[in-house]
């Protein structure tokens, strides 16, 4: 079984630094675009930022700047380094990779993690 796990969350000051990783796990053929999203209480998910296999990444306007991703194809991880956190960062942070397993050759799978809660607050 394939699966995308989530790690880093907590609790930080405005101002403050966290670092997201999330690792797939299972039987991974090729792993292809990964992302991190973020959903607050009462508004939609929405992309954070992306990375390619190749490296060539994309961030949302509010966090340019501030958040760099990065990933190890080696080990299947991908991270999310947050600096100058801001309390409107506050959200339920989502691993997202587009990948084939070998269960399913032909088939693009859209995975999640389960989701790790970021919060900034004084």
């Known amino acids: 079984q394939v699966q995308l796990m989530e790690s880093g969350g907590g609790l930080v000051q405005p101002g403050g630094s966290l670092r997201l990783t999330c690792a797939a796990s299972?039987?991974?053929?090729?792993?292809?675009?990964m992302g991190w999203y973020r959903q607050a209480p009462g508004k939609q998910r929405e992309l954070v930022a992306g990375i390619t296999r190749a490296g060539e990444v994309n961030y949302a306007d509010s966090v340019k700047g501030r958040f760099t991703i990065s990933r190890d194809n080696a080990k299947n991880t991908v991270d999310l380094q947050m600096n100058s956190l801001k309390p409107e960062d506050t959200a339920v942070y989502y691993c997202?990779?587009?990948?084939?397993?070998?269960?399913?050759?032909?088939?693009?799978?859209?995975?999640w993690g389960p989701g790790t809660q970021v919060t900034v607050s004084s």
């Open positions: 299972g039987a991974i053929l090729l792993l292809r675009d």
């Open positions: 997202n990779a587009k990948l084939v397993s070998f269960n399913t050759p032909s088939q693009l799978r859209n995975l």
